[in-house]
């Protein structure tokens, strides 16, 4: 089967985020039971900034068994990355199944043109939380009108959509406000556990770390609910229990860096926090391994893979009770949760899980079994080839 793969952005721009590690995740483990896959993309590089578009990029690569094709972008406008030489690409190539990764994008809208255009079965999953993320009410007029325009465009894509993944039943909600239930199927995000492996051989020594530590990886947005962590650090700074003890922030710039910053002077934790920018894959592979467990204390979340990325090295996570993340983790079985916002809560519970190394262990062990059994990108792939191949047939 030749399989085409369309997202916003793609290798080595991974720090955009889950929709490129799922496409790419896809593309490795379809090609490995014997499909041909291509993902269609961007020439998004991520040097430190969501708006570095690098023409020295080759256009064609290939990767492991895989190919990626890029076409330029000519402007972008909040992740909406114009490149119209992708339809091109994909009208030349004529896939036997379309698969778009990210509705609010040009992407998409491409590849539902060539797929309603040639005839091609076109499976969606958005992966960016289509009406619920906190983004869409927020900035400027110009930005409002862009997404309220949006609207006709997301429901053209979604009515040419043949088969809609969804991550967990929080987003197949969302889509039956705009669909037939029969349209949706959940298959669950996986990590691809092959590639936990870092070159990063220390990460404590690279960093100067001399002492244990909490972790955090994301961007710098106010969605991940940074500025709560800050809240709780300064709650807990002058606790014996945190003498030893630092937290690490690694992520890239989304607009929150400069008062994340401003917040760790403002509260006097200079000492107890390290912020690590723009961090390598491997760097952040190896911090998973060597910390006492990860903190995301998002403000919303669809199906995260950090906790599951943390899950592979036996690490659990204390992270919030909204949206899609009770969905993804299990409470008191792999993951402790806590209330939307609420810092004193998330500080009683870093403290809980520093205390009782039985309890972090076991939850750590358990988020391990389920990465094991189900939240791995080999079942994710499997089950997703299977309607590719009922599309592909159900079309001839």
Known sequence: MNIGLVCPASLPATQFGGILFLAVDIARESTKLGNNAVIYTTNLDFANNANTFNKELPDVEEIEKFTIKRSNVWFNFHLFFFNPGMYFQLMKDSPDVIHTIGIRSFQSIIAAIVAKRKGIPLVISDQGGLTTHPE?????????????IQKPIIQFIINNATKISVANEYEREIFKEF??????EIIRNGINQDSMISKTTDFKIKYDIESSYVLFVGRFSKVKGIDILLKAIRNLKNNDELKN???VIMGVDFGFQREMLQIIDE???NE??????????????????????????SRWELSPLTPLEGFAFKKTVISSNVHGIPYTLEK????????DEDSDELSKLILELLKDDKKRIELGISGFNRVNSELNSKIMVKKTLKIYESVVQDND
């Open 136 to 148: 869409l009410n927020q900035g400027g007029f110009l930005k409002k009108l862009f997404y309220k």
């Open 179 to 184: 669909t037939d239930e029969s349209k949706i």
């Open 245 to 247: 003890m630092v937290f």
């Open 267 to 269: 509260y006097g934790i």
């Open 272 to 297: 107890k926090v390290l912020v690590i920018k723009n961090p390598s894959r491997d760097d952040v592979i190896a911090a998973y391994e060597q910390s006492e467990f990860l903190v995301l204390p």
């Open 332 to 339: 008191d079985e792999n993951c402790l949760l806590i209330q």
